[in-house]
């Protein structure tokens, strides 16, 4: 269980608002809250006095004077999911071992990701001709420790073998079952331009059950062009080819300006998952899950932790 420490002292009012607020965060998601006194110890009178109160979570100090309580409620659940991640092994949430989640059951959003970018991985190796693989080979491409693999898939148990490793096929097909990614499902491609036409063209989509079936732009230039099998469309007929298509995804490859519109309007057509390759900051409903994707970010994230 995490740990949160407010520092504070008594007759600060401020210091009583951040207790009011950690107890009712408390009610949501599970913490040990731990108050500390600072007049009680000299090094943190003099440390924290002109700083209270200060909220640290597990050993990192997160905020000082104020508290916002939707970057920290955020913090505690991710906290708290990859916590369950690492105390479950797969086959202990499903409560079985063959790995079927129980209706209306949701897996904790570390393991989700990490099967997510094991499934990326396998489905390459499937491509590439090979039967079995190891979790150390696992470990390897995801950059996940191998103990860590071997406990998420514990659950997929008769699919592996000591020495031998996981049979890529079985595994494939149950880890797609558990996403619940199994079958076929219909995108719309927003964007015509050179990006646009290299997503339309990437297997990466097709490999993982996504089929882009439509695709739109507002470009005059564009409309009735061809890309692959299919004409580019004008975004008025967004609305009708959503219903007709049965489309589950949302693709946005467009200017930043263009993007939230869009998004508006895929919300209107129903439209519950948005992948998003622009800079925009999309407002969209609660139910209405958005995925920004930035090359930017994912190369700073190597750079921090794989070349410091």
């Given amino acids: 269980m995490s740990q949160v420490v407010l520092y504070g002292r008594p007759g600060c ?4 608002d951040a207790r009011l607020l950690l107890e009712r965060l408390r009610e949501e998601i599970p913490f040990e809250l731990i108050e500390r006194d ?15 109160p200060v909220v640290a979570l597990d050993g990192e100090e997160l905020f000082e004077l104020s ?32 790995g079927d989640m129980p209706p209306g059951e949701r897996l904790p959003l570390g393991i989700a990701a990490r099967l997510s970018r094991y499934l990326q991985i396998l489905t390459q190796a499937r491509k590439m001709g090979r039967e079995t693989i190891s979790s150390q ?24 073998k000591r020495g031998v490793g996981y049979n890529v096929d079985s595994l494939v097909a149950q880890i797609r079952k558990i996403l619940r990614t ?8 927003f964007g015509a331009g050179h990006l646009g036409r290299a997503i339309a063209s990437s297997e990466i989509f097709g490999d993982h059950g996504f089929r882009v079936v439509a695709i739109f732009d507002p470009a ?16 008025d007929e967004m609305r009708a080819v959503v219903d007709e298509q049965e489309i589950v995804v949302g693709v946005l490859a467009v200017p ?5 519109d869009l998004a508006d309007d895929l919300v209107a057509a129903g439209v519950k998952i948005i992948f998003n390759y622009s800079e925009a900051l999309l407002t969209v409903p609660p139910e209405v899950t958005v995925h920004t994707s ?10 921090y932790f794989y070349l410091a």
């Avoid at 996940?144 to 699919?159: A, C, E, P």
């Fill in 182 to 189: 199994a079958g076929q499902h219909n995108i719309a491609l």
């Fill in 67 to 98: 508290i916002d309580e939707a970057a920290l409620r955020a913090r505690l659940a991710a906290r708290f999911d990859d916590l369950e991640s690492e105390r479950m092994s797969l086959g202990e949430l499903t409560g079985h071992g063959d």
């Fill in 13 to 16: 009012c401020l210091c009583d």
């Fill in 220 to 235: 005059p230039d564009k409309v009735g062009e061809a890309i692959g099998s299919l004409t580019v469309r004008h975004n």
């Fill in 294 to 303: 930035s090359p930017a970010v994912d190369l700073l994230y190597a750079l």
């Fill in 38 to 52: 600072i007049e009680s110890d000299e090094r943190l009178l003099r440390r924290f006095l002109e700083r209270i």
């Fill in 137 to 160: 080979e696992l470990a390897n491409y995801t950059h996940v420790n191998s103990t860590q693999i071997r406990r998420d898939l514990s659950g997929f148990g008769k699919f592996g």
């Fill in 256 to 260: 930043t300006s263009a993007a939230q």
